[in-house]
């Protein structure tokens, strides 16, 4: 098992930045693919960004390039979400996830999730 604990979620005005951190504990953290991503109400949940284990790969959906940048201390358990120039429609609950698989088709793992606010 690997528990999953996001923090650093909150209320920003459009432009401002963010970083959400993720905690995981249990099972080795390295091995996993980790990620975020976000669920707006009314709206299926997205993948926001992923990062392989060894932190050499990353993925980013097409609405957070040059916006966003996940990262990973392997040291810490860690991932991290750096999150700049936030607009309205990043407005969402954003969730860590865990997988083995790199495509994250079906996450092993989630957080509890944190609410991100971004004020027009």
């Known amino acids: 098992q690997v528990q999953l604990a996001e923090s650093g979620g909150g209320l920003v005005q459009a432009g401002g930045s963010l970083r959400l951190s993720c905690a995981a504990s249990?099972?080795?953290?390295?091995?996993?693919?980790m990620g975020w991503f976000r669920q707006a109400p009314g709206k299926e949940r997205e993948l926001v960004a992923r990062?392989?284990?060894?932190?050499?790969?990353?993925y980013y959906a097409d609405s957070v390039k040059g916006r966003f940048t996940i990262s990973r201390d392997n040291a810490k358990n860690t991932v991290y979400l750096q999150m700049n120039s936030l607009k309205p429609e990043d407005t969402a609950v954003y969730y860590c996830?865990?997988?083995?698989?790199?495509?994250?088709?079906?996450?092993?793992?989630w957080g509890q999730g944190t609410q991100v606010t971004v004020s027009s």
């Open positions: 996830a865990a997988d083995k698989r790199w495509t994250m088709t079906y996450v092993d793992y």
């Open positions: 249990g099972r080795t953290f390295s091995g996993y693919t």
């Open positions: 990062i392989h284990w060894s932190a050499g790969s990353t």
